[in-house]
């Protein structure tokens, strides 16, 4: 999935945008909060902030910004994730998803994601886990319910792609 950003935003560089967001997000929040708080989370994503603007990023980068300026710095109190993984390497993808799970527990939030052929590592992050196929849910519940074996006997063909999280179940 690319990411969503707003008009103009290609001229901008990253936290040029982000400080823009912040302030139609984050509603009377001083600009110090403002700037204090997007420091630290582009140290945490591990974020160049070089002058270059956000046009001239690539596509790992965009990613870890848009999922920023949605997750990060928005009051939601649900939010919805569609693939914030894809197109990040294995470390930024662990990293990103742990600040995550740090971030819905610190706020109460509830965060719900999607992705596709998660490594074990990141599979293990998730707590709650909803397994689908073909638009039918296989499997909803802690991780931990998954049984060793529960799919042997599956009643759909596996790809020969299955991630390794999966194939160990």
């Not at 204090?36 to 690539?58: F, P, Q, T, W, Y």
């Not at 965009?62 to 894809?86: I, Q, W, Y």
């Not at 998730?126 to 196929?133: K, N, Q």
Request: with cysteine.
């Amino acid at each position: 999935q690319d990411p969503v950003f707003c008009p103009g935003w290609h001229s901008l560089t990253v936290k040029e945008y982000l400080v823009y967001v912040a302030r139609l997000q984050l509603h009377g929040e001083s600009r110090f909060h403002i700037y204090e708080k997007i420091d630290s989370l582009i140290g945490s994503l591990n974020l160049d902030i070089s002058s270059a603007v956000l046009a001239r990023r690539s596509g790992g980068e965009l990613k870890r910004v848009s999922v920023l300026a949605d997750v990060f710095l928005s009051e939601a109190s649900t939010v919805f994730l569609d693939e914030a993984t894809s197109g990040l390497s294995h470390i930024d993808a662990l990293r990103l998803i742990q600040l995550l799970n740090d971030d819905a527990i610190r706020r109460k939030r509830v965060m719900l994601a999607a992705t596709h052929q998660p490594s074990i590592e990141l599979y293990d992050l998730f707590a709650t886990i909803v397994l689908v196929h073909a638009g039918r849910v296989l499997f909803c519940g802690h991780r931990n319910e998954l049984k060793e074996g529960a799919f042997l006997n599956r009643p759909f063909d596996t790809p020969d792609a299955v991630s390794d999280a999966l194939a160990r179940i």
